[in-house]
T-cell receptor, first 119, second 112 residues
Framework: DTGVSQNPRHKITKRGQNVTFRCDPI?????LYWYRQTLGQGPEFLTY????????KSRLLSDRFSAERPKGSFSTLEIQRTEQGDSAMYLC?????????????????FGPGTRLTVL | AQSVTQLDSQVPVFEEAPVELRCNYS??????LFWYVQYPNQGLQLLLK??????LVKGINGFEAEFNKSQTSFHLRKPSVHISDTAEYFC??????????FGGGTRLMVKP
């Protein structure tokens, strides 16, 4: 299966610890997206990359959240000094895409998510 | 700014009955519209999308949706549901193909 993969699938941590999640997109996709989904809610956009460039990060929830995609392939999402309110499912998606801001739509394919529980 | 409202948080229905899941959106510009399905402990799977053209869109698993610009709606329908359709359904919009804005979701519960 060559879909989007995310690791770990589950993470339990104590408040105040740092956590890092990894996303491996579909290999030919140059766009990568992160979303957060809290219980009973729809996914909420966090940030996205075009190759290694992070083109939108104003939706990251606080300065404790950061994302990287150093070589334009896999991406990591880090949360520093976790809080109980960070408990959620973190979803990654990838798509093909042209220039940023282009008018065409390319389907986003989602991974299974990483479920974070902060105790 | 865009927003999506899914009016029903839960929809119980008997197997083989028809179902409609409602979605209304708000946007000042033209949008693309989507329905995704999420099974327990899984990611989102695209059911169908409206980009342009015919306002009646057919998707996978027998689902269809109709785009109504005047009512800013994109309701999802299926004429006869199965137990396997039990899942969470999300309506989403985007205007630039980059950031999807999702509704709160509707849990479809199909009863035997």
């Amino acid at each position: 299966d060559t879909g989007v993969s995310q690791n770990p699938r589950h993470k339990i941590t104590k408040r105040g610890q740092n956590v890092t999640f990894r996303c491996d997109p579909i290999s030919e996709h140059n766009r990568l997206y992160w979303y957060r989904q809290t219980l009973g809610q729809g996914p909420e956009f966090l940030t996205y990359f075009q190759n290694e460039a992070q083109l939108e990060k104003s939706r990251l929830l606080s300065d404790r959240f950061s994302a990287e995609r150093p070589k334009g392939s896999f991406s990591t999402l880090e949360i520093q000094r976790t809080e109980q309110g960070d408990s959620a499912m973190y979803l990654c998606a990838s798509s093909s895409g042209g220039l940023a801001g282009g008018e065409s739509y390319n389907e986003q394919f989602f991974g299974p998510g990483t479920r974070l529980t902060v105790l | 700014a865009q927003s999506v409202t899914q009016l029903d948080s839960q929809v119980p229905v008997f197997e083989e009955a028809p179902v409609e899941l409602r979605c209304n959106y708000s946007s000042s510009v033209s949008v693309y519209l989507f329905w995704y399905v999420q099974y327990p402990n899984q990611g989102l799977q695209l059911l169908l999308k409206y980009l342009s053209g015919s306002t009646l869109v057919k998707g996978i698993n027998g689902f269809e949706a109709e785009f109504n610009k005047s009512q800013t709606s994109f309701h999802l329908r299926k004429p006869s549901v199965h137990i396997s359709d039990t899942a969470e359904y999300f309506c989403a919009v985007t205007n630039a193909g980059n950031m999807l804005t999702f509704g709160g979701g509707t849990r479809l519960m199909v009863k035997p």
